[in-house]
């Protein structure tokens, strides 16, 4: 079984000045981050959009919504395999974080806002972003230390852990 972390930017005309604006201000190479989970039977992507986060099967579909930009492939260890899909599926229908993105995107713009909101855990595991879900599976399953709580970290800090990641042995935690 593997896990992908995928970066991608919308297809759809609808969100695509969603998706450049979050680029703009993240400095980053995409707009969306999706977990995609591979078995022996299917390809499945987690993600978490507005207005709860979901899961399409198979992957196919998810393509014609998603460019992808960037992928980092995680090899999961018979013995996490159970824990990663219950935990992913878990996930499933958590509601959309719109509080997080308009805190994410005023600290970019006024970095004294972000300041004050430095370290500040703004709806905890009530609503995620993207990102979240992300960061949230790294939390939880990989000897990773994030640097900043799960609210604050946006498209561009995705790409640099994913980024430290990729550059050494992936560990995983002992549960």
């Known amino acids: 079984m593997k896990v992908y972390f995928i970066f991608a930017n919308s297809k759809l005309r609808l969100h695509k ?3 450049y604006l979050i680029r703009m201000v993240d400095r980053s190479m995409a707009g969306h981050f999706a977990i995609c989970l591979e078995t022996d039977f ?10 709860k986060s979901r899961k399409i099967v198979p992957y196919d579909e998810w393509l014609n919504l998603y460019d992808p930009v960037k992928t980092l492939e995680i090899e999961v260890p018979d013995n996490k395999s159970l824990a990663v ?3 992913l599926e878990g996930m499933v229908g958590v ?12 600290s970019a713009f006024l970095r004294p806002f972000g300041l004050i909101l430095n370290g500040i ?8 972003i ?4 992300g960061s949230r599976f790294i939390e939880n399953f990989l000897e990773y230390r994030l640097k900043e709580t799960h609210d604050e970290i946006g498209v561009k800090d995705m790409e640099i852990i994913t980024d430290e990641l990729s550059s050494s042995e992936i560990k995983w935690r002992q549960i």
Do not use: D, H, M
């Open 42 to 51: 299917s390809k499945t992507v987690f993600e978490a959009v507005a207005p």
């Open 17 to 19: 000045p969603v998706n």
């Open 95 to 106: 509601r959309y974080g719109y509080l997080q993105v308009l805190i994410i995107g005023l």
């Open 85 to 87: 899909i219950e935990w």
């Open 121 to 128: 855990n703004i709806n905890y595991k009530r609503a995620i």
């Open 130 to 133: 993207c990102t979240e879900l």
